[in-house]
């Protein structure tokens, strides 16, 4: 079978899909207060989204993340993930999600074959949960969090954007509730993706090293050997099952292991997080001229123009516009 591999020798096993630019949170870090969303024709339609993931899984890619925007928030998603779970050759369907819509949706995802969750939650302070997602509930999270656990997947993560002054104090805290909750924890730099009004992404930096330091301070971290193929940490809390990961772009560069790329909402192949280099998959399902082998030929060429790592430097202004929503984060 053909494999996607890069001009570096990564083997690209990985797709993450961002399936709508839209969200009904506006978190701080990922949004303007006031978003253009794009227009229905210029994003992909959930058809188009299918055939997509299905070459990807026909060229070697193993494990597929749904994300957004918010993923639950688009009509038709849930039958989209149970026609993605059902792939053959795909051996994991995993979902990022805010958590607003997890109580009426956890069962369903469940029978889609999703196998594991990763849900947002910056602070367990519901007048700060307010501030961060500015139009979030905590509450409606920590239930969409209790339903979930009731449903059984095989793993649950929670993942922590943390800023300075806003939620540093609270990253020992986060980690107490996945330890009662017998979840996973994961603690993320902030990225500069979009432009963001309300704060300095320089003054609100807030390093991987310096969240370790604060958590040795109550728990005891192991080093553990698990590696999930994504770009974390991770260590164990002793007589726990709570793992805790660190995303670290800024501090610790994980390219060298990148196994992954991205699918924008418009239909962009993204081969890398941190650049533009891209490839218009849109405009070639669209063309009159569609041919599923070209198509697939494409995605194995665009391995030659996947960067070899990102640089990210929020001291100054972005150099990437897109925000992260359309990007699959
Ligand atoms: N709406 C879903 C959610 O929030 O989980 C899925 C999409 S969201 C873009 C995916 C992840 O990206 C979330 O965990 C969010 O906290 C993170 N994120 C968004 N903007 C970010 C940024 N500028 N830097 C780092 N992480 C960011
Ligand atoms: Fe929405 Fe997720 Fe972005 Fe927050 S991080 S605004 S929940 S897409």
Same mark, same amino acid.
């Given at each position: 079978?053909?494999?996607?591999?890069?001009?570096?020798?990564?083997?690209?096993?990985?797709?993450?899909?961002?399936?709508?630019?839209?969200?009904?949170?506006?978190?701080?870090?990922?949004m303007?207060?006031?978003?253009?969303?794009?227009?229905?024709?210029?994003?992909?339609?959930?058809?188009?989204?299918?055939?997509l993931?299905?070459?990807?899984?026909?060229l070697?890619?193993?494990?597929?993340r749904?994300?957004?925007?918010?993923?639950?928030?688009?009509?038709?998603?849930?039958?989209?993930?149970?026609?993605?779970?059902?792939?053959?050759?795909?051996?994991?369907?995993?979902?990022?999600?805010?958590?607003?819509?997890?109580v009426?949706?956890?069962?369903?995802?469940?029978?889609?074959?999703?196998?594991?969750?990763?849900?947002?939650?910056d602070?367990?302070?519901?007048v700060?949960?307010?501030?961060l997602?500015r139009?979030?509930?905590?509450?409606?999270?920590?239930?969409g969090?209790?339903?979930?656990?009731?449903?059984?997947?095989?793993?649950?993560?929670?993942?922590?954007?943390?800023?300075?002054?806003?939620?540093?104090d609270?990253?020992?805290?986060?980690?107490?509730?996945?330890?009662?909750?017998?979840?996973?924890?994961?603690?993320?730099?902030?990225?500069? %993706? =979009?432009?963001?009004?309300?704060?300095?992404?320089? @003054?609100?930096?807030? #390093?991987? $090293?310096?969240?370790?330091?604060? &958590?040795?301070?109550?728990?005891?971290?192991?080093?553990?050997?698990?590696?999930?193929?994504g770009?974390?940490d991770?260590?164990?809390?002793?007589?726990?099952?709570?793992r805790?990961?660190?995303?670290s772009?800024?501090?610790?560069?994980?390219?060298?292991?990148?196994?992954?790329?991205?699918?924008?909402?418009?239909?962009?192949?993204?081969?890398? %997080? =941190?650049?533009e280099?891209?490839v218009?998959?849109k @405009?070639?399902?669209? #063309?009159? $001229?569609?041919?599923?082998?070209? &198509?697939?030929?494409?995605?194995?060429?665009?391995?030659?123009?996947?960067?070899?790592?990102?640089?990210?430097?929020?001291?100054?202004?972005?150099?990437?516009?897109?925000?992260?929503?359309?990007?699959?984060?």
């Amino acid at each position: 079978m053909t494999k996607l591999i890069d001009r570096f020798g990564r083997t690209v096993d990985y797709l993450r899909i961002s399936i709508t630019d839209r969200c009904d949170f506006r978190c701080v870090y990922c949004m303007a207060e006031d978003m253009t969303f794009l227009p229905r024709n210029q994003i992909l339609s959930l058809e188009e989204i299918y055939i997509l993931a299905k070459t990807f899984v026909e060229l070697g890619v193993k494990k597929i993340r749904i994300t957004g925007g918010e993923p639950l928030v688009r009509k038709g998603a849930l039958e989209l993930l149970q026609q993605i779970g059902g792939l053959n050759g795909l051996h994991e369907l995993v979902i990022t999600t805010n958590g607003s819509q997890l109580v009426g949706t956890a069962a369903i995802l469940k029978a889609a074959k999703v196998k594991r969750l990763n849900i947002s939650l910056d602070t367990l302070d519901a007048v700060k949960f307010k501030e961060l997602t500015r139009t979030g509930n905590l509450q409606n999270v920590l239930n969409g969090i209790q339903t979930a656990k009731k449903e059984g997947f095989e793993r649950i993560k929670l993942n922590a954007v943390v800023l300075k002054n806003r939620n540093h104090d609270e990253v020992c805290d986060l980690v107490q509730f996945a330890i009662n909750n017998e979840i996973d924890i994961s603690f993320i730099e902030e990225m500069p %993706l =979009g432009v963001v009004e309300k704060h300095n992404r320089a @003054e609100a930096y807030y #390093s991987s $090293d310096e969240i370790r330091a604060d &958590l040795e301070k109550r728990f005891r971290l192991e080093k553990s050997p698990d590696k999930t193929g994504g770009p974390s940490d991770y260590f164990q809390i002793p007589k726990t099952k709570t793992r805790v990961g660190f995303i670290s772009p800024h501090s610790h560069n994980f390219c060298s292991t990148c196994n992954r790329v991205r699918l924008t909402v418009e239909g962009r192949l993204l081969l890398c %997080l =941190g650049n533009e280099h891209s490839v218009d998959l849109k @405009e070639m399902l669209r #063309s009159p $001229d569609f041919n599923a082998e070209n &198509l697939k030929q494409a995605i194995v060429n665009a391995m030659e123009i996947k960067p070899e790592k990102h640089e990210f430097n929020i001291q100054e202004q972005p150099v990437i516009f897109r925000y992260m929503n359309m990007t699959g984060g």
